[in-house]
């Protein structure tokens, strides 16, 4: 049986009589990258906060580490780390005296500061006040004070926030490194769900405060079933000739699309063969937003 | 290191370069130039006035600071170091951290309180330094030594009925994020307290009016009873801030961080 590092028992969460979270199970298993997707205001954050003690759930229970959060917080605490939305920090402070103050709260060794500013490439300014960083850079001490004392599990909510594409590339290898060379397992939420997709080992998705889908990444990969796409001239001709076929083509984008496995060469002969001129011919995935949205048929991430 | 003395030396390193740290010197030492600039300018006038210009000048600047700079110094402090998590709303990582919540609170209550305690070090060190000098530039105020009784005993006495005051402060301050709030609470508080303070039935009851009252207590002839109203006050004062700071403690320990 799988070692669970993170496991809640149908837990909700109401704010003034609106639901927020309703009845989430959530299995996180040691060493994984688990990514909690949603579009925004699907309870990730307030999930994030009940993980962390800082809000309490209406019903059901939490359990990280084995233990219960409600009798073991200190303990559970000192073993996670964590980044909610925004980095929260002390900007009349250097980056330095920042992890200083979590340092000496979480009784460390000095070393450890260097260890973590070297981890997340703040070293040349960690003497600056943090007034002065961009937000990419606050994100990144905010990490840094996530990560401080070898803690066995990151919460991360929307970590890649405020970064700029090399900023993200740089996180992204971060968090994929981190189970295997610091034995961290990593829970982050994204609405951006290209993000995640390249770093996640599980996959939970919640919409409207429920969750839709729970599992192994390759899980969620099964139901990316490819397509078929053709750029075909006359097209009602040729969707006619392609239901002559067996094949069942749909106009999307100016482009016909065949849903499932097709073999794109009988396609193509069978057009070409009737005189249709095929300028475009591709099998292409579902993307995860595809899978998302079929899922939750959100309208918007 | 235990626990709490670890969380009271990191509210101690937040101060650092903030406006609460600098208004410990600003606003005592700004009641110390106010005292000095009428000493200094108004010296005959004083001379003619009284016999006893360094008890006058104390005096002065006691009730200055108790009146009128200490309410608002205590209000103003309090939000400032609230106001150091509320910005950025640092509390969502502060309080995802092992130490038991109460701990904080009671540590920024700590260093509210220091903050306070050492603000009227200042007072007496600037009264007395410009004392000093008013001795020397300006012999005719006669001022040939420099008693501290005067000082001393009403700056005890406000820096312990103080205390309550102070401990709802924090609280209030600490409960909701805005600035103008937790100010807009204080001054509605000193000018309550203002009014009390002339009511034998309820100014050693006000939290705002305890100070004024020990130390008009405390300089009242008439103090024969059993209890005298200065040491009355100071018991309702420490006892009050003890029930405000629990109070405060167990409410923010089971609030939602949201």
């Known amino acids: 049986m799988p070692d669970r590092i993170i496991r809640t028992a149908a837990i909700s969460k109401s704010f003034r009589g609106c639901p927020a979270v309703r009845g989430v199970s959530l299995e996180v298993e040691r060493g994984s990258v688990y990514a909690f997707l949603g579009p925004n205001g699907a309870g990730k954050t307030t999930t994030i906060r009940m993980l962390l003690g800082l809000l309490r759930p209406d019903h059901g229970t939490i359990e990280l580490f084995g233990q219960s959060l409600d009798r073991h917080r200190a303990e559970i605490l000192t073993k996670t780390g964590s980044l909610v939305e925004t980095p929260s920090v002390y900007t009349h402070l250097s980056a330095r005296e920042n992890l200083e103050i979590a340092r000496r709260i979480l009784d460390l060794p000095r070393s450890e500061i260097d260890r973590v500013l070297a981890l997340v490439g703040l070293e040349n300014r960690s003497r600056h006040l943090v007034r002065t960083y961009s937000l990419g850079m606050k994100q990144r001490l905010g990490l840094a004070l996530a990560l401080l004392g070898q803690r066995e599990l990151l919460l991360l909510d929307e970590p890649m926030n405020g970064l700029d594409p090399a900023g993200m590339n740089e996180m992204r290898s971060l968090i994929r490194d981190l189970p295997g060379t610091h034995g961290v397992t990593v829970v982050l939420s994204s609405h951006l769900l290209a993000e995640v997709d390249q770093v996640a080992t599980h996959v939970g998705m919640l919409s409207q405060g429920e969750m839709v889908f729970q599992g192994p990444a390759s899980a969620l990969d099964r139901l990316r079933k490819p397509r078929l796409s053709i750029g075909v001239d006359r097209v009602a001709a040729a969707t006619s000739r392609l239901a002559e076929h067996g094949w069942t083509a749909d106009l999307v984008d100016e482009r016909l699309v065949i849903a499932g496995e097709v073999d794109a060469a009988a396609v193509n002969r069978a057009l070409v063969e009737h005189g249709h001129a095929v300028s475009h011919l591709a099998v292409e995935s579902a993307t995860l937003e595809d899978v998302f949205l079929s899922m939750t048929k959100a309208e918007v991430l | ?258």
């Open chain 2, 1 to 258: 290191m235990p626990m709490l003395l670890r969380v009271l030396t990191t509210e101690v390193m937040k101060i650092k370069r903030t406006l609460a740290l600098w208004m410990v010197f600003i606003a005592p030492l700004f009641v110390v130039l106010l005292n000095f600039l009428v000493g200094y300018f108004g010296a005959d006038q004083l001379a003619k006035r009284s016999q006893d210009v360094w008890a006058m000048t104390t005096r002065q600047s006691v009730s200055l600071w108790t009146v009128l700079m200490m309410p608002l110094f205590l209000t103003l402090e309090t939000a400032l170091l609230a106001g150091v998590e509320h910005a950025d709303r640092n509390w969502k990582s502060l309080l995802a951290l092992p130490p038991p919540r109460w701990m904080f609170y009671v540590s920024k209550l700590v260093v509210a309180t220091g903050l306070l305690w050492t603000a009227h070090l200042v007072l007496v060190g600037g009264t007395i330094t410009s004392g000093a000098i008013l001795s020397v530039s300006k012999p005719v105020l006669k001022i040939h030594a420099l008693p501290l009784d005067g000082l001393l005993s009403p700056m005890l006495r406000i820096s312990a009925t103080a205390l309550c005051a102070t401990a709802i402060q924090h609280w209030v301050s600490l409960r909701w994020q805005s600035f103008t709030g937790a100010m807009g609470f204080g001054m509605c508080a000193m000018v309550t307290g203002f009014m009390a303070v002339n009511s034998p039935d309820y100014g050693p009851w006000v939290p705002w009016s305890m100070s004024m009252y020990a130390i008009r207590a405390g300089s009242s002839a008439a103090v024969t009873a059993a209890m005298d109203p200065s040491s009355r006050v100071l018991l309702v004062g420490i006892a009050g801030a003890l029930v405000a700071a629990v109070s405060g403690a167990i409410e923010f320990s089971r609030r939602e961080i949201n």
